[in-house]
């Protein structure tokens, strides 16, 4: 498996303090236009969740996607159990203050070394996580931890403050050999975008069912 290089890895791991300087739960995550806009650029990942399930958040921050999920899902009559993991362990720290009934569900991991021994049915990520040379490599890797028939759910946020629009991540998943099932978007314009496969559909290439880049 081919890793981020040193840098890329201190750099998501810098990004802790910045996020844990400010005690309100969207800054924790990354976030700064304020809950309207948070919901309104986040909650389109819940079109992914076709049905109940665990839902793991990698790079999960403070754990409020992953809790806003529950909400977000439960209101259009799906049962979520929240999971995350994330580099920071302070960070994680508030995630199992803030979700104390599943605050077994947290952990503190680097992803990219990470091999858990369960999968989930949903799996959500940013490509934010990888180098954008290693994003085939990321998505094969998460593919894994899909269960059979569950969802790999990928996020690209952009910045309207900063006039920055997000990658598609369903046109990197296809450039990945990976056939999107779904895709979604938030905000106006839109700021954030997921798109998401299934783990057993068979056009995702690979034996294993992960992606394979397509050259």
């Known amino acids: 498996m081919i890793l981020p290089d040193e840098e890329f890895i201190e750099e998501a ?17 990354g976030f700064s236009g304020g809950r309207d806009r948070w919901v ?32 977000w899902a439960e209101q259009r009559g799906h049962t ?16 199992r203050r803030n979700l104390a009934e599943h605050a077994a569900n947290f952990a503190v991991v680097d992803a990219w070394r990470w091999e858990p021994e369960r999968q989930w049915r949903y799996v959500y990520s940013l490509l934010d996580l990888a180098p954008a040379d290693l994003w085939c490599e990321w998505i094969e890797k998460l593919l894994g931890w899909v ?4 969802r790999l759910i990928i ?10 629009e997000p990658v598609d991540p369903g046109e990197v998943l296809a450039r990945c050999g990976v056939e999107v099932v779904g895709r979604s978007s938030g905000g106006q314009p839109p700021v954030s975008r997921f ?3 299934v783990r057993n559909n068979p056009r995702i290439h690979g034996s294993s069912g992960g992606a394979r880049a397509r050259t």
């Open 155 to 164: 996020g690209s946020y952009g910045s309207r403050s900063r006039e920055i």
């Open 80 to 95: 979520i159990a929240p999971h995350g993991v994330d580099i920071g362990d302070g960070l994680i720290e508030v995630a």
């Open 13 to 29: 791991r810098s990004l802790e303090a910045a996020y844990l300087q400010s005690d309100d739960p969207i800054v924790q995550s």
């Open 195 to 197: 798109a998401w496969a």
């Open 40 to 71: 309104a650029e986040r909650s389109p990942i819940v079109e992914a969740i076709d049905g109940d399930g665990d839902f793991l958040d990698v790079g999960c921050a403070n754990g409020l996607l992953a809790a806003d999920v529950v909400v």
């Open 147 to 150: 269960e059979s028939s569950g």
